[in-house]
């Protein structure tokens, strides 16, 4: 009721004489807004916000950023934001390290957000911080913007951040997670291969001269024992992307990695190969790596339980598909389920990407059977919206 209230108080011309207390009631029920996910008509309080930007202060856009990144991430959150920032930028409003901070590491940020707060620090000769330069990383990468990620991972490997360089740092996990955000920029597998062969290389040779005292505390540049699995297996996601990539060559990288990574660690790698198999219909060439990690079928999670059942389907396999499922619900069901090992849950994505192949090997009869005993058996029920919805036949 509050929300309402002030929405309406907001839109009203009864607080538009006095041009200080605007910009307050704005805050107030954006908050509010926000904070009961009604963001339909917060979109249309950010209008009317756009309208007074003119009397808008730096204190103002701090306070409305703050407001908003704590709320979940929506379509119209992200307008909002990205409005907000442009308010910031073209009447040369500050905003703090903390305000950075936020909408950096807000789920509703993408790489156009990302840009405006790059440009914005650069108006205001703004250092980015660590924190901001990992978001950086993380946001570029998921993006596919290759340059600006490179630029603020290599700014991390050299230290050249606002602040003091943290011990942790060096750890290999932090080097890890940003060389495998870095590399989801990557579009071309090539490109991936190429650059974790040079990190490699360069941490296989001795360094000499200048570059021993220049480089010798870069924590971005791990030596070759300190690249966890993990950098390998994010190489391999790019290149299971790749349409370009060819099927050798996508094993042969897949293959390069059975001894030097844990089981599971390659059961990972496999199972994103076997994923972009099935797209490509090289369903023969995905059968001897689905043997392989079947194996394993109890330590599946969900994920790769469902890549696993369309895998099976697909090949003809409906029955041991089936099978497999069934298990899955007697184990997540069992009062004995080891308690450091989560079982994976069958969930409607499972059912429904099992439904969707039994459809194209041509088992509508199987489809009917499932769909009846889905709640039943499986413990689940039909799942709508999405790209892969199945309706009832």
């Not at 340059?147 to 750890?171: D, H, L």
């Not at 192949?357 to 689940?380: C, E, N």
Request: glycine share 4%; aromatic share 8%; charged share 25%.
């Amino acid at each position: 009721m509050e929300a309402f209230v002030l929405h309406r108080l907001s839109l009203s011309h009864q607080i538009s004489s006095d041009p200080q207390l605007v910009p307050l009631v704005y805050i107030l029920t954006a908050h509010w807004l926000a904070r009961l996910r009604m963001h339909a008509p917060l979109l249309g309080l950010y209008l009317e916000v756009a309208k007074a930007r003119d009397q808008l202060q730096p204190l103002h856009i701090t306070l409305l950023l703050r407001v908003l990144t704590q709320a979940d991430p929506s379509s119209d959150l992200h307008k909002i934001i990205a409005g907000l920032v442009n308010i910031a930028i073209h009447h040369k409003l500050e905003l703090d390290t903390h305000v950075y901070r936020g909408v950096l590491e807000h789920r509703a940020t993408d790489h156009n957000i990302a840009f405006l707060v790059e440009k914005h620090m650069r108006a205001h000769g703004f250092m980015p911080n660590l924190a901001h330069s990992r978001a950086f990383v993380r946001i570029f990468g998921e993006g596919g913007r290759k340059a600006q990620a490179s630029r603020y991972w290599r700014r991390i490997a050299a230290g050249k951040f606002y602040g003091k360089v943290p011990s942790y740092i060096y750890k290999k996990d932090f080097q890890s997670m940003a060389l495998e955000d870095y590399i989801k920029a990557f579009g071309h597998a090539r490109q991936a291969e190429k650059f974790l062969k040079y990190l490699i290389r360069r941490s296989a040779r001795p360094m000499e001269g200048d570059e021993t005292s220049t480089n010798s505390n870069a924590p971005g540049l791990s030596g070759g024992s300190d690249i966890k699995p993990s950098v390998w297996v994010q190489v391999v996601r790019v290149a299971a992307k790749d349409p370009r990539s060819p099927t050798d060559r996508l094993l042969s990288l897949l293959e390069q990695g059975r001894e030097h990574t844990s089981r599971s660690k390659f059961r990972t790698a496999t199972f994103i190969v076997i994923k972009s198999l099935l797209r490509r219909q090289q369903f023969r060439a995905a059968a001897p790596l689905l043997e392989d990690v079947m194996l394993d079928n109890e330590l599946f999670d969900t994920a790769e339980l469902t890549v696993a059942v369309e895998a099976l389907t697909m090949l003809d396999q409906a029955d041991v598909a089936f099978q497999l499922l069934l298990k899955c619900q007697e184990r997540a069901a069992s009062p004995n389920a080891s308690a450091g090992q989560s079982p994976a849950r069958i969930e409607t994505q499972t059912v429904n990407t099992f439904m969707i192949a039994l459809l194209r090997t041509g088992r509508p009869d199987a489809v009917f059977y499932v769909w009846d005993t889905m709640p039943r058996v499986l413990r689940t029920t039909t799942w709508h919206g999405g790209d892969d919805e199945v309706t009832a036949p």
